[in-house]
């Protein structure tokens, strides 16, 4: 169930970016990450004992293969054709664009101020 709720955040979260009815495709890679776990989980009990093991390195690395295969198979399809990429890419560059505005204002009012009117005046011995 927490797979399947999250597909469907990442659904809404999608089509108010895009504005593109759903494809279900990110739903989908949800689901299929949900009955890959619940698999795995029974298959650890049933199956594997504690003298039948796979090295940490390999169970991570066939974890990170499963997920990136998976992630370009059914995820980056609709990134790439909503063009969120180029969406983000536009938006960061105005951020970027403000913020150097405004470091530029701040170095220059702090150019243009100076402290000499709160320097100690000679000491009076």
């Known amino acids: 169930m927490t797979f399947l709720v999250s597909g469907l955040m990442h659904e809404v979260l999608f089509y108010y970016l895009t504005r593109v009815p759903p494809t279900w495709e990110v739903t989908s890679f949800f689901i299929v990450q949900g009955i890959c776990v619940i698999i795995e989980v029974l298959f650890k009990r049933k199956v594997m004992t504690d003298r ?61 101020f100076s402290l000499d009117k709160w320097k100690r005046p000679p000491s009076v011995l």
């Open 52 to 112: 039948w093991r796979l090295h940490r390195a390999i169970s991570r690395t066939l974890t990170l293969g499963f997920l990136v295969g998976t992630s370009v198979w059914l995820f980056l399809p609709q990134l790439l054709r909503n063009g969120v990429f180029d969406k983000a890419i536009w938006e960061h560059s105005i951020v970027v664009q403000e913020l150097s505005c405004i470091i530029k204002r701040s170095f220059h009012v702090l150019s243009s």
